[in-house]
């Protein structure tokens, strides 16, 4: 009886899961971290990568991390929005990533039911300093 009633609240919550992440409902302004059509950078991914690695400024000083997450929203329109994640950081590596999302060109949005909408986009960038 327990193993019964352990299975009903597991699937339970794996149905309230898998509801509450349906794309088939586009809310205005809401943040999607699954779409039908993801959004994509200009060119690709290998033009995107070309642009990392000529617009990147290292800071002289070391980065805490070897690994930085840019983290952005793809905004409907393809323009790019930080996330807070990555506002306001302090450190060189923050300040440099706030930077490079600044620049970046409008990305081709995300699509559900065939309406753009806002998606959370995240890049790792693995930092070699020399």
């Keep these: 009886m327990l193993k019964l009633l352990l299975?009903?609240?597991?699937?339970?919550?794996?149905?309230?899961?898998?509801?509450?992440?349906?794309?088939?409902?586009?809310?205005?302004d809401s943040i999607y971290d699954v779409v039908e059509v993801e959004p994509e950078f200009p060119g690709g991914m290998v033009v995107m990568t070309q642009f990392i690695h000529e617009n990147m400024h290292y800071p002289p000083v070391d980065c805490v991390q070897s690994v930085i997450y840019i983290r952005f929203i793809v905004e409907k329109d393809g323009a790019i929005t930080p996330r807070k994640a990555t506002e306001g950081g302090s450190s060189p590596c923050d300040i440099e990533t706030a930077r490079l999302?600044?620049?970046?060109?409008?990305?081709?949005?995300?699509?559900?039911?065939g309406q753009p909408v806002r998606v959370a986009f995240t890049i790792p960038l693995y930092v070699h300093l020399r």
């Design 101 to 113: 999302i600044s620049i970046m060109p409008k990305w081709s949005p995300g699509y559900v039911s």
């Design 7 to 28: 299975l009903l609240n597991i699937s339970v919550f794996a149905f309230g899961v898998v509801f509450a992440q349906d794309s088939s409902v586009v809310v205005n």
